[in-house]
């Protein structure tokens, strides 16, 4: 069931984002190893049933800003430091049947059985966070919304969760879809503090999600100052996906 447009479509106006720094990007994943990258690939992508529109719906500019979602129960799971995936599925289930569109203890539940290099593991919870992005921020013509911003802390569950997902897209050889959804994260969250706009160029250029991942990252599991440089002499080439002001001038 659907949470109530209501309550999902709520506007901003009356309120401003938190602050988003100077341009830092936020790491929104750790290094990803060798057996890692291994065990990803075998995740079946699980493309949506439903058409999602590649274009804003025309007309007056619609942004979402998710309700505040979660809570103390969360943190104190995290830090127990469960290694077993069946036992922090098992301590998230009551905040899952709470909230079902609090998409964090999925993409930690996801990331779990990655890490355990689970060969029996199909996926099931990056994509059961997907369908509920999906659910949250489409109109009911299934058009995204204009902004979508990561300022807004009540929309950064959204937001890792598309990222996560065009990221196994790229992952599992499907660029183009993949390309197509880091564009879209993009426009809907100019300021990008994400870096998803570095995998949007690093598509472009023909780089394969494994050659990126290792160009992005240290050994030591940071993300590579060499980014900036790179993007600021790359990106100009490709004015369509990275437009004055909407990222690509960030330095």
């Known amino acids: 069931m659907a949470p109530k447009k209501s309550t999902s479509r709520k506007s901003a106006s009356k309120k401003k984002p938190v602050a988003q720094g ?6 929104l994943r750790k290094k990803v190893s060798r057996a890692r ?29 998710d309700k ?10 995290m830090e127990m430091d469960i290694e077993d995936p069946s036992d922090l599925e098992r301590m998230f289930r009551p905040l899952l049947d709470e909230d079902p569109w609090y998409l ?5 539940l996801h990331e779990a059985y ?18 509920r992005a999906l659910d949250l921020v489409l109109d009911d013509q299934d058009f995204w919304p204009d ?25 599992k050889n499907e660029p183009t879809v993949a390309l197509q959804l880091f564009h879209q994260i993009h426009k809907m969250n100019p300021n990008d503090n994400t870096g998803v706009r570095f995998s949007l160029l690093a598509i ?17 599991g940071y993300m590579n ?26 330095e």
């Open 22 to 27: 100077d341009g830092k990007v936020i790491p």
């Open 204 to 220: 472009l250029e023909g780089m394969d999600a494994e050659e990126y991942l290792d160009f992005s990252e240290t050994e030591e």
């Open 37 to 65: 990258k291994k065990t990803v690939k075998k995740v079946p992508s699980q493309q949506a049933n439903r058409p999602v529109r590649a274009a804003h719906k025309p007309g007056k500019e619609r942004e979402f800003v």
């Open 68 to 77: 505040m979602r979660g809570g103390e129960r969360f943190f104190e799971i």
């Open 104 to 108: 964090e203890p999925y993409l930690v």
């Open 225 to 250: 100052p060499e980014l900036f440089d790179w993007f600021a002499k790359r990106a100009g080439q490709y004015a369509h996906f990275f437009p004055q002001g909407s990222g690509g001038d960030l």
């Open 147 to 171: 902004r979508l911003e990561w300022g807004w802390l009540e929309n950064r569950h959204i937001l890792r969760t598309l990222h996560a997902k065009a990221e196994l897209l790229w992952l």
């Open 114 to 131: 990655i890490d355990e290099l689970d060969e029996d593991y199909n996926g099931i919870w990056l994509e059961k966070a997907y369908e």
